[in-house]
């Protein structure tokens, strides 16, 4: 039996702003569409983070680097106007820097509240709610290193 299931990559997307929570990505996919997570088929021959990479770089001009997978799902949908079973892939992003994004009709940088309530779908809130505690435990492990970081480097200019 062939597997028809279309594979689609999520990029769960956020940024850090001085002084604010980490600041998250969502946009209208459509002229009056529906707030979501920005999402992209993976093209043949393509792997699933590869094409959230390329989502971020050609529709939104961002330079952007992949943390870690949040989670996957299923569900259906119509690709060119045929029902299809699809499989989502969603990995959390860090925005680095962005350019002038135009492939979007809308698009909004909001801290996870908001978010949280503008996206209708609960696979887009669920997989949201997962990345900001993923985020926490990445937070985590930086500090923890940066403290290392800072000891070994005390450390070293006591011993002068």
């Known amino acids: ?14 940024k850090r702003v001085k002084g604010k929570e980490p600041q998250w990505f969502i946009v209208k996919s459509d002229e009056g569409g529906e707030w979501e997570i920005p999402k992209t ?12 990479i390329r989502l971020t770089q050609e529709q939104a001009s961002m330079r952007t680097k992949v943390l870690e997978e ?8 119509r690709v060119n106007g045929k029902a299809v079973n699809q499989k989502y892939l969603y990995y959390l992003l860090h925005c680095k820097d962005t350019g002038e994004i135009m492939a979007f009709p ?4 909001v801290d996870y509240k908001v978010a949280a309530k503008l996206l209708p ?11 900001k505690e993923i985020l926490k435990t990445v937070d985590v492990k930086r500090e923890k290193l940066q403290d290392e970081i800072d000891a070994e480097a005390l450390e070293a200019q006591q011993a002068k």
Request: hydrophobic share 45%.
């Open 106 to 109: 809308d698009f909004k940088w």
């Open 1 to 14: 039996m062939k597997n028809d299931a279309v594979m689609v990559g999520a990029a769960v997307v956020y």
């Open 41 to 52: 088929i993976v093209r043949r021959g393509e792997s699933s983070v590869r094409s959230v």
């Open 121 to 131: 779908l609960k696979r887009d809130q669920n997989m949201l709610k997962d990345a």
């Open 70 to 77: 949040v989670g996957r799902a299923s569900g259906a949908g």
